[in-house]
């Protein structure tokens, strides 16, 4: 009777889990339709704006005004680890630590290496190997441009003030709800098309007004829509893994559900057949 006790338990608890699961889910997937909506509607602009950032950048004459395209050698390097304040998203916060030590380790092994966290998740283990400059836990609150913008110019000012040589981006690329790449990109200093052959044809613009001013307002400004992409593209990604993940958790846990009251109805049924045989010994032992 104990282990009948010890299962009608197991049943419960399990059940229970399954619910919060299955609600987590339907958040992720309410969340995760927005997210999914403005990264796709954002992605053409920036790439578009990257394109024309990077066709500039590549007639630039040396000496230009724009510190954001300097290029120097690399000593000290910020990289901005992008996570999330909250788990149960599967893979999501791990493949962000992988890939930030992958890329410490393989491109930039030797130098001054210094973290920009965003998100709870990337800050509270990397902190653990990494000098962590700067932190936000709370743009996820509040996930505006305006609010990404003061962060992209705090770290654009740093630069110019020659406090890193070279800035990454480390974030999940979202492509579907199952699907997260990792994606390490360079944020600062700004990387220009190679300028040979049949690329010169494109890079053949009238500045108007002057390039200096397009430059002054048009690089920082890329810059902000990058930042805010990556951003954008890892809520989509965390919402998504986290659906993924509460899905399959679901299923596993009805799939659990369901032997442990096979299990259950096997056990009581073996139980009623031996209070059944008892009754019957005990009846042939009176008529004996």
């Not at 893979?91 to 973290?115: D, H, M, Y």
């Not at 902000?224 to 992409?229: N, T």
């Not at 893994?241 to 369901?258: I, P, S």
């Amino acid at each position: 009777m104990a282990n009948l006790k010890e299962l009608r338990s197991r049943i419960t608890s399990v059940s229970s889990t399954m619910q919060i699961t299955s609600a987590m889910k339907m958040v992720s997937a309410a969340k995760l339709s927005k997210a999914q909506d403005a990264i796709t509607a954002m992605r053409p602009y920036s790439e578009k704006l990257s394109e024309l950032l990077q066709n500039l950048s590549a007639t630039l004459e040396e000496g230009s005004e724009s510190k954001l395209a300097e290029q120097r050698e690399v000593n000290n390097v910020l990289v901005v680890a992008i996570s999330s304040n909250r788990g149960l998203a599967g893979a999501f916060n791990t493949n962000i630590i992988k890939g930030v030590k992958k890329a410490v380790n393989e491109r930039f092994a030797g130098k001054n290496i210094s973290l920009y966290t965003i998100g709870k998740k990337a800050d509270d283990i990397l902190k653990k190997d990494f000098t962590v400059a700067k932190n936000n836990n709370e743009i996820f609150d509040k996930l505006e441009f305006d609010e990404v913008a003061a962060i992209a110019e705090d770290i654009m000012k740093a630069f110019m003030e020659g406090k890193y040589d070279k800035v990454m981006l480390v974030y999940n690329s979202f492509r579907n709800a199952a699907t997260q790449i990792v994606t390490t990109e360079q944020f600062l200093p700004i990387v220009p098309i190679d300028n040979d052959g049949d690329s010169e044809v494109s890079l053949d613009y009238d500045f108007e007004p002057e390039k200096d001013q397009i430059v002054e307002e048009l690089i920082p400004k890329s810059l902000k829509i990058q930042l805010f992409k990556a951003l954008r593209d890892s809520f989509a990604s965390e919402h998504g893994a986290r659906m993924t993940a509460m899905h399959k958790a679901t299923d596993n846990a009805t799939e659990l559900r369901d032997n442990l009251k096979l299990q259950y109805n096997k056990a009581r049924q073996a139980s009623i057949t031996n209070e059944i045989l008892e009754i019957v010994g005990g009846a042939e032992a009176l008529n004996n």
